[in-house]
């Protein structure tokens, strides 16, 4: 009888999707018989809870980042059976998810896969009150965890780094229960590509820096301000910005007049974002966790820029103190700090070799072959 595993997301930005997708491919190549079903939870909810759980955040991203790290360093506090807040969340989220809760009990599942806690403790909820008892593994998607993915019980929990690692035994996590994997990305980018055959394919000359500005899969954040501030950059560049799913800024930047010293192409969303990667020098990103990996996978050295308080501000540290990036504090001055870099080739093959040295191409694979045993 083939295996039946249920991968478990939540639309809450994208990244946590992105590492679902990327343990179900794994999971699909490593056995292509088994049964796999990646379900997004806010998809078994009423309109209302899905507006305030999944697109506030993005509104909150863009309007009041601070807020967010607020509530990030807030929820990353000891939680209690008796602790109000955490009791009245876990109710708000059952009386939302009652067709998430029907769809648990209706089918039978091996394992079940959690890459958002909001499944997870759900589903820890559940066992403990012997509903349920399917065990679940979780992963998470940033380089360092917080107290809001210990979901108890739990089979195994799967994290970035080492420090994530401490940090759930911290939280009480057994060490045996936890594996260093890295952030699950696409499988293609554990696939070595050729620098130069990937710039062919993706109409790019080549010839000069390459220098890859990303705007997430939804086209946010000041991008016009910062294309602006890369095309003021003395070195003769080739500039390539990826605009997500934003039609109406894709064509605003059409009318952004670049400097002969410079190439600028404009890319709406694509699925060719590893072969981009692959033949740049820098990514200039915000440091999501999924992003982020597929960049060191890729051995691109990383510029990071406008890090959300909380998650993003932790990897941005993680990557500057194993020497993978640097980050830009202030728009204003990413041309001085790029520009710099740029005119120091030994410091930039450094950053590329740190990146490589970070990336783990396999971290799908990892948490598929556990699952399938």
Not at 143 to 167: I, K, M, Q, S
Not at 340 to 364: C, F, I, S, T, V
Request: contains cysteine; proline residues 6%; aromatic residues 6%.
């Amino acid at each position: 009888m083939a295996v039946r595993i249920l991968v478990l997301s939540a639309s809450v930005g994208a990244g946590h999707q992105r590492a679902a997708q990327a343990v179900e491919l794994a999971l699909r190549q490593l056995d292509p018989g088994a049964a796999v079903k990646n379900l997004d939870v806010l998809e078994l909810t009423n309109a209302a809870f899905r507006r305030v759980y999944g697109r506030a955040y993005l509104d909150l991203v863009n309007r009041a980042p601070h807020v967010l790290g607020y509530f990030y360093d807030l929820l990353d506090r000891p939680r209690s059976p008796r602790k109000k807040s955490d009791r009245l969340r876990l109710l708000v989220e059952k009386l939302n998810l009652r067709k998430f809760l029907e769809f648990l009990k209706s089918e039978p599942w091996d394992v079940i896969i959690n890459t958002h806690f909001l499944p997870a403790e759900i589903i820890a909820s559940l066992r403990r009150k012997k509903a349920l008892a399917t065990p679940q593994f979780t992963v998470t998607t940033d380089f360092e965890t917080h107290r809001l993915w210990v979901n108890e019980p739990c089979d195994h929990y799967f994290t970035a780094t080492g420090e994530g690692a401490a940090y759930l035994e911290h939280w009480g996590v057994p060490a045996e229960r936890i594996s260093i994997t890295g952030i699950p990305i696409h499988p293609v980018f554990s696939e070595p590509k050729e620098r130069a055959e990937c710039q062919r394919r993706q109409g790019l000359e080549g010839g000069r820096p390459i220098l890859l500005q990303l705007a997430g899969g939804f086209g946010v954040g000041p991008v016009e301000r910062i294309l602006q501030q890369v095309l003021a950059i003395d070195t003769p560049l080739e500039v390539v910005v990826v605009c997500g799913r934003n039609d109406k800024l894709r064509e605003k930047l059409k009318g952004q007049s670049a400097p002969p010293r410079h190439r600028l192409h404009l890319f709406g969303f694509t699925d060719q974002i590893d072969e981009l990667m692959a033949a740049a020098d820098v990514v200039l990103t915000k440091p999501g966790g999924l992003t982020t990996s597929e960049a060191l996978a890729r051995g691109a050295a990383m510029a990071v820029v406008n890090p959300i308080p909380g998650q993003e501000s932790r990897n941005s540290d993680f990557l500057l103190e194993n020497g993978a990036a640097v980050k830009i504090n202030n728009i204003g001055t990413l041309a001085y700090k790029l520009g710099g870099l740029l005119k120091d080739p030994g410091r930039l093959a450094q950053l590329k070799e740190n990146a490589r040295r970070l990336g783990r191409p396999q971290a799908a694979f990892e948490v598929a072959r556990k699952a399938l045993q």
